[in-house]
């Protein structure tokens, strides 16, 4: 097998190559195939998605569909909070060397209007950038909306913004937290759109994003959103766009519901909650990262406690991992035109 290695099959178990899908998709329809059959596709060996028979070692088995999946999703989760790090981290330090320059007259409104990565420091200053944004926006916007129910009158802030775009053809994609499909301010903002904006939900999103025509994008630049960051160096726009469109994949659609946990008695957000907990985070920052408040989020570990037996926080974390709960909910996703597995 050293004649083939990854150099021939550069991929990964979410999109196989040819031979690679027509020997697993074999092997998972008989539940087993010759290790001859899989001596040109190396992959699914170094994948994990074949392996030894252990009673005939002539022949290989395949790993469960689902498995791979659960390995996949968990990949997809690490990789969305490493982003969300290197954003902060991003943040931070812009904000640092935007201070050391102090009040100058080059740090003024009208500075660096050119430059890849420009501070918008007040509401003012961010709602003439966004409006800028929009005019000269054509084809796509796409934003993460993080928090809980979407009040009205937030939705309505930026609702002109988005008329004005839905005249001109543009279309737009938004992700929000699940907690969202709760709030009738969405589903009103959702109804005047029509067919202009579609939505999805996740448990977890990264901080605000609104990226237009993949040229410009905005972040929030402190916690009370009252400075926020425009980029629009290709490398960081790239960057955003691949996070997004990886949430996206994951998102439920609106008009559909959100699946079960595949847990008896326990909820889709409480098998969140679970993973969370698994990952030592404290209640408040639970609750944020899923759009809920601190005491809904204490109420579902109440009755988590309850469902699993568990009588301290201490033995809350054991019954978590003895069940399998300590990794985050894994959604169906929509089924592909290819056989590979996704």
Do not use: K
């Not at 031979?19 to 539940?31: L, T």
């Not at 409104?109 to 050119?114: H, I, K, Q, S, V």
């Amino acid at each position: 097998m050293t004649g083939h290695g990854t150099e021939e099959h550069p991929h990964g178990a979410d999109r196989l190559c040819a031979a690679g899908d027509r020997v697993y998709s074999r092997a998972v329809r008989r539940g087993r195939v010759p290790r001859r059959d899989a001596e040109q596709v190396p992959c699914l060996l170094d994948l994990a998605l074949l392996h030894p028979d252990p009673d005939d070692m002539d022949w290989l088995v395949p790993t469960a569909p689902q498995e791979v999946m659960t390995r996949l999703l968990r990949g997809v989760y690490d990789e969305v909070a490493e982003s969300q790090r290197r954003v902060g981290a991003a943040v931070a330090a812009v904000e640092w060397y935007a201070g050391l320059g102090g009040r100058t007259p080059a740090a003024g409104p009208g500075a660096g209007e050119g430059s890849a990565i420009r501070v918008l420091d007040g509401l003012a200053r961010i709602q003439a950038a966004m409006d800028e944004a929009t005019q000269a926006c054509t084809t796509e916007v796409l934003t993460v909306q993080p928090g809980g129910i979407r009040r009205e009158h937030e939705l309505s802030e930026g609702l002109h913004r988005a008329l004005a775009l839905r005249g001109r053809g543009v279309r737009m994609r938004d992700l929000y937290n699940h907690v969202a499909r709760h709030g009738q301010g969405l589903l009103t903002y959702l109804e005047l759109m029509g067919d202009a904006v579609e939505a999805r939900t996740l448990d977890e999103v990264v901080d605000r994003l609104i990226l237009f025509d993949r040229t410009v994008a905005f972040i929030p630049a402190n916690s009370e959103r009252t400075m926020a960051l425009e980029l629009r160096h290709p490398a960081l726009i790239s960057y955003l766009v691949t996070v997004f469109e990886r949430l996206w994949r994951l998102g439920v659609p609106l008009n559909a519901p959100v699946p079960d946990s595949g847990f008896e008695g326990i909820s889709h957000r409480e098998q969140s909650i679970a993973a969370l907990l698994a990952e030592g985070h404290q209640d408040a920052v639970i609750a944020e990262r899923l759009g809920i408040s601190v005491r809904t989020c204490r109420a579902h570990i109440a009755r988590l406690s309850e469902t699993l037996g568990a009588a301290s926080r201490t033995q809350l974390g054991v019954r978590i991992a003895q069940v399998g709960l300590d990794t985050p909910a894994q959604l169906t996703l929509p089924r592909q035109e290819s056989p590979s597995v996704r």
